[in-house]
Each structure stands twice: as structure tokens, then as C-alpha cells.
Nanobody, 113 residues
Framework: QVQLVESGGGVVEAGGSLRLSCAAS????????VGWYRQAPGKLRELVAF???????TYTNSVEGRFTASRDDAKNTVYLEMNALKPEDTAVYYC???????WGQGTQVTVSS
């Protein structure tokens, strides 16, 4: 059974940083396409970072240069390093195995102004 568990969310002031983690069990992340998504209240879920299997990681324009996604294959975990956070980054953040339709439970990120 595939399971994704996000952690690392919290409350931070604008300009601060957080690192989200997404640990997987039941599947090897290194062999799969992984996406980081977020959903703010009243808004549609959006793709934040797209992590292809062995390819270049791409980001939505609003986080380009501030967020960095990475993998640790030994820990079967992916990360989303978020810097220079803005109030508009406030959302529930999810990791997902994009092609398999498997999602984590999400972790709340709140950025105060």
C-alpha cells in the first residue's frame, strides 16, 4: 500500500523559511514522478513543483527562485525548501505521485504579514 506523509508545515513570518518533507512507504519515489501542490482557501489546487523521474525540476512562476524541491533516495523522501515566504504562500501543501494519483494528507503552511 502506497503512503505519503508530509511534515514540516507551520506558522512563519513573511520572509521566513520552512522545509517540507514527504516520506513514502510502499513505493520507491526515485522511480516516480512527484509533484508538490498547494491549495489555499477558496482557490483551486495548483502545482508548485514538478519533479520528473531523472529530469529537470520545474516550478510555478510565483515560487521560482524561492522554492527548491529535492529528493533523498536513501530516505525515500522528497523535500520542498521554501524561502522568502509571502502571505500568499499560505496554503495546505501536498505531495503526490502524479501519474499514480496517490496523495498525502497535506501540511498547513501559514505565512503572517
Amino acid at each position: 500500500q502506497v503512503q505519503l506523509v508530509e511534515s514540516g508545515g507551520g506558522v512563519v513570518e513573511a520572509g521566513g523559511s520552512l522545509r517540507l518533507s514527504c516520506a513514502a512507504s510502499g513505493i520507491q519515489l526515485s522511480n516516480n514522478v512527484v509533484g508538490w501542490y498547494r491549495q489555499a482557501p477558496g482557490k483551486l489546487r495548483e502545482l508548485v513543483a514538478f519533479m520528473p523521474n531523472g529530469g529537470i525540476i520545474t516550478y510555478t512562476n510565483s515560487v521560482e527562485g524561492r522554492f527548491t524541491a529535492s529528493r533523498d533516495d536513501a530516505k525515500n523522501t522528497v523535500y520542498l525548501e521554501m524561502n522568502a515566504l509571502k502571505p500568499e504562500d499560505t496554503a495546505v501543501y501536498y505531495c503526490a505521485l502524479t501519474l499514480l494519483g496517490s496523495w498525502g494528507q497535506g501540511t498547513q503552511v501559514t505565512v503572517s504579514s
